[in-house]
């Protein structure tokens, strides 16, 4: 089975998709002026959602992109988001972009016990090492055609696919580059990141395992 960890556009593949499996608000809509009081209101609205919702996220911190809300904006939103996960204590999705020192400082302050994946993964190796001391994953896509050098210092049991919000490359590629990279059989590449995936959404047990892919699959349709 070929997973995909996230993604934005729905497909065939088993996937967990942006906004239909998950609940959060990413750091790009937190557009100028932004006002606190205005925010906490739409995050309360946001969280009467329970149905469905197996992962906090799309959320996180950005240093690059233009006309959003500033860094210690964007981490007030952030906590609300750790709070959210940590309080139904299902994972949660980061998007990071030069950010990996606010989110280490983060993680050293919160003690978060839930499972959160890097997505996209950007960082350095020290970053990298860092970050391992937490409850993290990483997952990449398409940028694997462009290097792979973060992939291949990656340990096995914290990595996952995806194909985020591209359209060049199905997941299908990107497990084929993954494979060929990692100098990896696909079927046994294919096996691991489904434990991963299991594991990272505490879904290891056979029928809960069923159960969980089954409504992935079912729900995105629908």
């Known amino acids: ?28 809509e937190l557009t100028l002026p932004f006002d606190r009081t205005e925010f906490d209101q739409k995050w309360a609205e946001l969280i009467k959602r329970t149905d469905g919702v197996y992962a906090i996220g799309e959320c996180g911190l950005d240093r690059v992109h233009e006309n959003i809300a500033t860094i210690e904006d964007q981490k007030y939103v952030l906590m609300k988001h750790f709070e959210e996960a940590a309080k139904r204590k299902i994972p949660l999705i980061l998007h ?8 280490l400082e983060i993680l ?14 950007g960082g350095n190796d020290h970053e990298m090492h860092e970050l391992l001391k937490y409850p993290v994953y990483f997952s990449y ?11 291949l210092i990656t340990p096995i049991d914290k990595l996952l696919l995806e194909t985020g919000d591209q359209l060049d490359y199905t997941i ?21 990141l489904e434990k991963n995936f ?25």
Do not use: C
């Open 1 to 28: 089975m070929q997973i995909d960890a996230h993604a934005h556009q729905i497909s065939t593949s088993t996937q967990i998709v942006v906004g239909v499996h998950t609940l959060g608000i990413h750091p790009w």
């Open 108 to 121: 050293k302050k919160i003690k978060f016990q839930q499972p959160v994946l890097l997505h996209a993964y």
């Open 172 to 192: 299908a590629d990107i497990y084929k580059k993954a494979s060929e990279s990692l100098g990896m059989d696909l079927d046994k590449l294919e096996n691991i």
């Open 141 to 151: 896509g398409a940028r694997l055609f462009n290097t792979d050098k973060r992939l």
């Open 96 to 103: 990071s972009v030069r950010t990996y020192s606010d989110v």
């Open 198 to 222: 299991l594991t990272f959404f505490d879904k290891l047990d056979d029928i809960s395992a069923a159960d969980f892919i089954h409504d992935l699959n079912t729900r995105k349709t629908n």
